[in-house]
């Protein structure tokens, strides 16, 4: 069966609604060659296992190149309809306290997250959560964006990354 592009963009949107507002948080593991070169292969073992040995439920994928490659390994962890919090640095020693916390309790832990994004993100109705975390609202965990690797970067061929 060929799909048209319409059917493909349908289902494109209807998997990423899935994720970004499902009920199951998401975790992001870069996977490129940084992310393998500094040890992401025993971080998703760690990641894997503390999921199942707390009881939680997550969507966790590879992904290439966050961009970030100085915090390899990263792993971005995005709430139900929450914004995606970036741990950079992670060890397998340290997964199970970042589990723990921010898929446990629903709160990041700030002495070892980087930053976070807010993306557009809806309840597949269209509406935008606009609740804002507390954590957000009083700058524990600072905006990526404004990262000295950011904060002047346009971005042009990746924006939509």
């Known amino acids: 069966m060929v799909l048209n592009f319409q ?4 289902q494109a949107g209807e998997r990423w609604r899935s994720l970004t507002v499902g009920d199951r948080p998401w975790i ?3 996977t490129a060659l940084c992310g393998q070169a500094a040890g992401c292969g025993e971080v998703i073992e760690a990641i894997e296992a503390s999921l199942a040995r707390n009881g ?6 590879r992904v290439g190149c966050l961009g970030l490659c100085f915090a390899e390994p ?18 397998p020693e ?5 589990i723990k916390a921010h898929l446990g309790q629903g709160v990041p832990l700030p002495e070892l997250a980087l ?10 109705a269209g509406v935008v959560s606009t609740a804002l975390p507390p954590w957000l609202l009083h700058g524990e965990i600072p905006d990526l964006n404004q990262h000295p690797m950011r904060a002047s970067e346009t971005r042009i061929a990746l924006r939509n990354a």
Do not use: C, K, M, W
Request: proline share 4%; glycine share 14%.
């Open 56 to 61: 939680f439920s997550a969507q966790v994928s």
């Open 28 to 30: 992001r593991v870069g």
């Open 74 to 91: 990263l792993v971005d962890i995005q709430l139900p309809y929450g914004p995606r919090v970036f741990y950079g640095n992670v060890t």
């Open 94 to 98: 340290s997964v199970e306290e970042i």
């Open 7 to 10: 059917d493909i963009h349908s």
């Open 115 to 124: 930053g976070y994004l807010v993306g557009e993100s809806d309840n597949g």
